[in-house]
């Protein structure tokens, strides 16, 4: 895997020399009764892992505002006084805009600039496949409660077929979307969690 740490580092250095010096503006708009004062942050992982704080910003009539220049792009993290969750955001040079409802923070659509398109796209995807799942995990607790072997039976086929229909989603994502940071993030969780063959994804990445 070392390759693919040293090939990071360079996409990393053609990211940072390919950035508009302009900046960046994340323009939120946060449906649904919010304080006016109301905290916002933007956080990013340390390197333990733990969020820390970027900058911070106010509601004002449902809405906020951060301004910065960016260096290469990175996942970043919104996060709302009083609001459970958070929604992921690139922060990269350009016009960010972010809609999301209060009681649903995670669910924000986020576009305007090139890597959030892409982690839009995927998120979207990526919401459809867990509600797909989630209904069949239902089912499959209904069976087992009312003893159902045979609706059990067919559930756990049906349960094994989505799931290497998920990993199949990622890997094609990924195949599709080979400038996306967030298909960096899926190999690199890919690695962590040991769901893929180290060669499978030096292939993947070098492709």
């Known amino acids: 895997m070392k ?4 090939a990071l580092l360079i996409i990393s250095t053609v990211f940072a020399c390919n950035q508009k010096p302009e900046g960046f503006v ?14 916002v942050y ?10 820390v704080d970027i900058d911070t910003a106010a509601v004002e009539n449902g809405k906020f505002t951060f ?4 260096g290469i792009p990175e996942a970043h993290y919104i996060l709302i006084d009083e609001l459970k969750g958070y929604t992921a955001i690139i922060l990269e040079n350009g016009e960010i805009e972010l809609n999301a409802q209060k009681d649903s ?4 659509k986020i576009e305007g600039t090139p890597q959030n398109d892409m982690l839009s796209a995927f998120m979207k995807k ?3 496949m867990s509600l ?3 209904a069949i995990q239902e089912d499959m607790e209904a069976a087992n409660s009312s003893n159902d072997e045979v609706a059990m039976s067919s559930l756990k086929e049906e349960m094994n077929d989505f799931q290497l229909e998920y990993k199949s989603f990622e890997t094609d994502f990924i195949k599709a979307n080979p400038s996306a940071l967030v298909s960096v993030m899926l190999l690199d969780k890919a690695i962590a969690r040991r ?9 993947i990445f070098d492709s």
């Open 126 to 128: 990526n919401l459809a």
């Open 195 to 203: 769901t893929m063959d180290a060669s499978k994804i030096q292939g």
């Open 67 to 70: 301004e910065g220049i960016a």
């Open 26 to 39: 994340i323009s939120g708009t946060v449906a649904g009764e919010l304080e006016n004062g109301t905290k």
């Open 42 to 51: 933007l956080k990013k992982q340390d390197d333990n892992n733990q969020l």
């Open 132 to 134: 797909k799942g989630m």
């Open 3 to 6: 390759n693919l740490v040293v």
């Open 105 to 108: 923070l995670g669910f924000a």
